[in-house]
């Protein structure tokens, strides 16, 4: 069974997120803690998605987010937040969310972002017929879809599972300008609600992995006013 961990301290909220959840068919691990969601983790094993609020009692949900994304690139993260600040938001991705909702929200449409990170987690696993194209070669970088990680010169850089899809993207289309939207679809699926700045939030973060000096780039440029190009 699909597994989730939704770490929460304000019990209405948490259970009417559990419930619905586990409704659609996931386990759910419950934490009103930072703190009692890693025991979770440690104690039960990882999950596939994990819903973490801001405002914690302890470690906050943005300390708990780092945390988490250190041992783990695959599971998907939403944070949630009373606070609709961007630069709330801008943080929350740049250290390793993949997605972000502000207070009051929808629970369907948490559901629905839960689904489309997971459906993304899986996709990325290639089918017996992508096999030889398991390994995407550009320039002196190497894109394993296999174990998910991205190779520069025979190094290994860890990406996020929305970061990997990104440059699966630019190996897909060298060379290329793409526009903001065409990544925001191509990433995050047709039916994404979130606006294009997690596009530019996602391109700061694997600059910073895959740059020399990720602030004069060589490889993933700024296309003004349109998008990103991938310059092997
Ligand atoms: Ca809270």
């Not at 009692?36 to 104690?43: A, H, I, S, T, Y």
């Amino acid at each position: 069974m699909r597994r989730v961990l939704v770490v929460e301290d304000e019990k209405s909220i948490r259970e009417m997120i559990a419930l619905n959840l586990r409704m659609s068919g996931w386990e759910v691990l419950e934490a009103e803690s930072a703190e009692q969601g890693l025991d979770l983790l440690n104690k039960q094993g990882p999950c596939e998605a994990a819903v973490l609020d801001v405002m914690l009692p302890g470690m906050n949900g943005f300390s708990l987010c780092e945390t988490i994304r250190r041992d783990n690139q695959d599971i998907g993260i939403i944070i949630l937040s009373a606070k609709s600040m961007e630069e709330d938001k801008i943080r929350g991705l740049s250290i390793g969310a993949d997605d972000y909702m502000s207070k009051p929200f929808s629970v369907s449409e948490l559901l629905a972002r839960i689904e489309a990170l997971c459906r993304r987690v899986g996709r990325g696993k290639p089918a017996a017929q992508e096999e030889d194209e398991a390994r995407l070669v550009s320039g002196a970088f190497v894109l394993d879809r296999k174990s998910r990680v991205l190779y520069k010169n025979g190094k290994s850089i860890d990406l996020t599972q929305v970061e990997f899809q990104i440059m699966e993207l630019f190996f897909h289309n060298p060379g290329t300008a793409l526009v903001r939207e065409k990544i925001l679809q191509g990433v995050w699926g047709e039916n994404y609600f979130g606006d294009v700045k997690i596009v530019d939030v996602n391109i700061r973060r694997l600059r910073m992995k895959v740059e020399d000096a990720p602030s004069s780039p060589q490889h993933i440029l700024t296309v003004w006013g349109y998008g990103y190009r991938w310059n092997s």
